[in-house]
C-alpha cells in the first residue's frame, strides 16, 4: 500500500512556474514507479509524466516537453514536478500516482493515487 499526498498547486499567472510535491507513505514508495497525470474540466485525465524507480527513466506527455521536469527523492519519499512556462492550457487538477511496476508509464498500472491539487493559470 502507499499513500499520498500532494500540494503545491495554486493561481499563478501565464508564463509563471510552479513546483508540486507528492509526499508518499509506505514500504513500496522506492520500488515504484511515479507518475503525474492531470483532468482539466470537462475532459478525460490524462498522463503528464513519470519517472521510474531510481529516477534513471522519465517521460512527458509532448505538451510539456521541454516546460515540466519530473524528479523523485527516494530519501524523502517524495515526487516533484517542476512546471514552467506555464500556460492556461495546464489548468488542471493535477494527481499523483504509483505504480505497482517500477518502471512503466501506463496509466492502467498507477494503482494507488493522491487527491489531487490545482492548478490554476490565468492569462
Known amino acids: 500500500q502507499v499513500q499520498l499526498v500532494e500540494s503545491g498547486g495554486g493561481l499563478v499567472q501565464a508564463g509563471d512556474s510552479l513546483r508540486l510535491s507528492c509526499a508518499a507513505s509506505g514500504r513500496t514508495f522506492s520500488s515504484s514507479a511515479m507518475g503525474w497525470f492531470r483532468q482539466a474540466p470537462g475532459k478525460e485525465r490524462e498522463f503528464v509524466a513519470f519517472?521510474?524507480?531510481?529516477?534513471?527513466?522519465?517521460d512527458y506527455t509532448d505538451s510539456v516537453k521541454g516546460r515540466f521536469t519530473i524528479s523523485r527523492d527516494n530519501a524523502k519519499n517524495t515526487v516533484y514536478l517542476q512546471m514552467n512556462s506555464l500556460k492556461p492550457e495546464d489548468t488542471a487538477v493535477y494527481y499523483c500516482?504509483?505504480?505497482?511496476?517500477?518502471?512503466?508509464?501506463?496509466?492502467?498500472?498507477?494503482?494507488?493515487w493522491g487527491q489531487g491539487t490545482q492548478v490554476t493559470v490565468s492569462s
Open positions: 519517472v521510474s524507480w531510481n529516477g534513471g527513466n522519465t
Open positions: 500516482a504509483a505504480s505497482i511496476d517500477p518502471y512503466s508509464s501506463h496509466a492502467n498500472t498507477y494503482h494507488y
